[in-house]
T-cell receptor, first 113, second 112 residues
Framework: DAGVTQSPTHLIKTRGQQVTLRCSPK?????VSWYQQALGQGPQFIFQ???????QRGNFPDRFSGHQYPNYSSELNVNALLLGDSALYLC????????????FGPGTRLTVT | GEDVEQSLFLSVREGDSSVINCTYT??????LYWYKQEPGAGLQLLTY?????DMKQDQRLTVLLNKKDKHLSLRIADTQTGDSAIYFC????????????FGTGTKLQVIP
């Protein structure tokens, strides 16, 4: 039973560029949440997707957007990258009826230069 | 409020017990968690406790919850060098949000 997987593992981008990060949830899970973890900080909630729609959103600008596919996999897109977007981006999956059990993937390390 | 607070650093000797403490502010929190993060890795869910419980034990891990004081602790018995990591206290919510709110993490250093 595969856990949460994310790709790529590492990514280096330049200011102003756009990036897409990908997540496949744990088998049997239908809800995907994205978190940003800056260096030395705890993860911060970006948004959550269920039934292919954004359901909840944290305090992040519109440059951060996402998508969920019918197979429950998800993408996080960030436009107009800033140096401050450098962080570990974590995907968590859960079941709709057990939202409190969120299992995290290994993350994508994004570096913006 | 959503603040979850932890001390930043804890150092213990191998074989001793470690106790990591956390305070949270949202009294409506239903689930409280401990996650472990090793260097360069993602988050591992160690354990969680429902808010109507006072204690939960799982092998070497003991979680204590004091709802009155909004205090959560994680005790690791017989601490091993492999326990060296950052430990995050977290709560589910706040109310109406299906997210996990994390503290800043406690770095546990185990001295051989």
């Amino acid at each position: 039973d595969a856990g949460v997987t994310q790709s790529p593992t590492h990514l280096i981008k330049t200011r102003g560029q756009q990036v897409t990060l990908r997540c496949s949830p744990k088998s049997g899970h239908d809800t995907v949440s994205w978190y940003q973890q800056a260096l030395g900080q705890g993860p911060q909630f970006i948004f959550q997707y269920y039934e292919e729609e954004e359901r909840q959103r944290g305090n992040f600008p519109d440059r951060f957007s996402g998508h969920q596919y019918p197979n429950y996999s998800s993408e996080l897109n960030v436009n107009a990258l800033l140096l401050g977007d450098s962080a570990l981006y974590l995907c968590a999956s859960s079941q709709r009826d057990s939202p409190y059990e969120q299992y995290f993937g290994p993350g994508t390390r994004l570096t913006v230069t | 409020g959503e603040d979850v607070e932890q001390s930043l650093f804890l150092s213990v000797r191998e074989g001793d017990s470690s106790v990591i403490n956390c305070t949270y502010t949202d009294s409506s929190s239903t689930y409280l968690y401990w996650y472990k993060q090793e260097p360069g890795a993602g988050l591992q869910l160690l354990t969680y406790i429902f808010s109507n419980m006072d204690m939960k034990q799982d092998q070497r891990l003991t979680v204590l919850l004091n709802k009155k004081d909004k205090h959560l602790s994680l005790r690791i018995a017989d601490t091993q060098t492999g326990d060296s990591a950052i430990y995050f206290c977290a709560e589910f919510g706040p109310r109406g949000y299906q997210k996990v709110t994390f503290g800043t993490g406690t770095k546990l250093q185990v001295i051989p």
